[in-house]
Structures are given as structure tokens and as C-alpha cells.
T-cell receptor, first 113, second 110 residues
Framework: NAGVTQTPKFRVLKTGQSMTLLCAQD?????MYWYRQDPGMGLRLIHY???????AKGEVPDGYNVSRLKKQNFLLGLESAAPSQTSVYFC????????????FGPGTRLTVT | GEDVEQSLFLSVREGDSSVINCTYT??????LYWYKQEPGAGLQLLTY?????DMKQDQRLTVLLNKKDKHLSLRIADTQTGDSAIYFC??????????FGSGTRLQVQP
């Protein structure tokens, strides 16, 4: 049982480049989330999904897109990266909205120059 | 929305007790959580408390909830060097995701 995995672990992009972050979970969870973590600001929700084929905006969705074509995968896309998107990105999943625990991936450290 | 405040840093000596505090504004959460983040890793659920409880004890961890003052605390007894990490309080605010505090970095000195 791998839990929640994220690829890649590290990435450096130039301003204007695009990339996709992949999150995968093998726990058959319905809910999946993308957060970004910045120093002194905790984690902020970017987008989330309540099931296969559904996505919704979180607190800071601008500049990001997501897709959930398969239940086990949740993709986060940056179409035109900006230095303000330099951050550590965490994916998480949970059984349901009422579940008391979210399971987190190890994070992706993204630097945009 | 939820406004959550935590102090940024706490330093204690090994064997002492640590108390990490969190204040919040939205009292509608069903559960209140403490997550731990070790260096270079994701967050891991440490413990949680149901909103109708005042206290929960789990081995070396004690969670206190003061609903009147909107104050949540985590006490770690007999703090060890392995407890050095960042601790986040978090709340479910009915938006199908969690709202996190900014995190408290706990440094345990031998």
C-alpha cells in the first residue's frame, strides 16, 4: 500500500513554461485535494475533487487547472508558470468530507525562475 | 472564512512538556485536528478532538479545547528530540477541505 504518491519531487521551471503535477492514491478514496505551502502561511487549498470526473475551486485557484479522469489520480496543471507559484505542493486524499483524516503525499517542491 | 493563528516557534529541552497553541475564529468545525510535519515530508495526522469534547488524551499527547475562548492547544509530555517538527492545527469548516494554521516549529534541545 503506497498511500499517496506525488511526481515529480522537485522541478525548476522558467516563467511561462507549463507543467503537470501528478498525484496518485491507492486507498480508493473519493476525495482528493491540492494544497500549496508557503513559509509562514500554512497550507492553502488550490482545488479539490469529490469524486471521479468532478473538480472544484479552493481558496487560491488562479493560475492552476486540475483534472480527475480516474478515481486514483488527481492532476494539477500550471499552464504558464509565474514566480509567485514557487512553492511546495501537497496532494491529499480522504474517504469522504466527513472523514477525520486526510492522507498527504510527500510534496513537490517547485521553483519558477 | 476561518482565521487561524499559531505562534511560529517553540523551543524546549528534552524531557520537558511542550504546549502548542492555536486560536481560531470559526466555531462550526465538527473536528479539530493536529497534524505533524517532519522535515521534507508531508503532513501526518497526530490527533484530533471532536468539537463537543473539552479534552482528549492519547499517550503523551493531550488536546485541550476551550470553545468559549476559541482556543485549541496540544501538550506533548516528556518531549523527545524525535518530536522536533512543525505542528499545524486544522479545522473542517464545511467546505470539504481543511483550513490550516500557519504552523509552529517545535525545536527540542538535548
Amino acid at each position: 500500500n503506497a498511500g499517496v504518491t506525488q511526481t515529480p519531487k522537485f522541478r525548476v521551471l522558467k516563467t511561462g513554461q507549463s507543467m503537470t503535477l501528478l498525484c496518485a492514491q491507492d486507498m480508493n478514496h473519493e476525495y482528493m485535494y491540492w494544497y500549496r505551502q508557503d513559509p509562514g502561511m500554512g497550507l492553502r487549498l488550490i482545488h479539490y475533487s469529490v469524486g471521479e470526473g468532478t473538480t472544484a475551486k479552493g481558496e487560491v485557484p488562479d493560475g492552476y487547472n486540475v483534472s480527475r479522469l480516474k478515481k486514483q489520480n488527481f492532476l494539477l496543471g500550471l499552464e504558464s508558470a509565474a514566480p509567485s507559484q514557487t512553492s511546495v505542493y501537497f496532494c491529499a486524499s480522504s474517504y469522504s468530507a466527513g472523514s477525520y483524516e486526510q492522507y498527504f503525499g510527500p510534496g513537490t517542491r517547485l521553483t519558477v525562475t | 472564512g476561518e482565521d487561524v493563528e499559531q505562534s511560529l516557534f517553540l523551543s524546549v529541552r528534552e524531557g520537558d512538556s511542550s504546549v502548542i497553541n492555536c486560536t481560531y475564529t470559526d466555531s462550526s468545525s465538527t473536528y479539530l485536528y493536529w497534524y505533524k510535519q517532519e522535515p521534507g515530508a508531508g503532513l501526518q495526522l497526530l490527533t484530533y478532538i471532536f468539537s463537543n469534547m473539552d479534552m482528549k488524551q492519547d499517550q503523551r499527547l493531550t488536546v485541550l479545547l476551550n470553545k468559549k475562548d476559541k482556543h485549541l492547544s496540544l501538550r506533548i509530555a516528556d518531549t523527545q528530540t524525535g518530536d522536533s517538527a512543525i505542528y499545524f492545527c486544522a479545522f473542517d469548516t464545511g467546505r470539504r477541505a481543511l483550513t490550516f494554521g500557519s504552523g509552529t516549529r517545535l525545536q527540542v534541545q538535548p
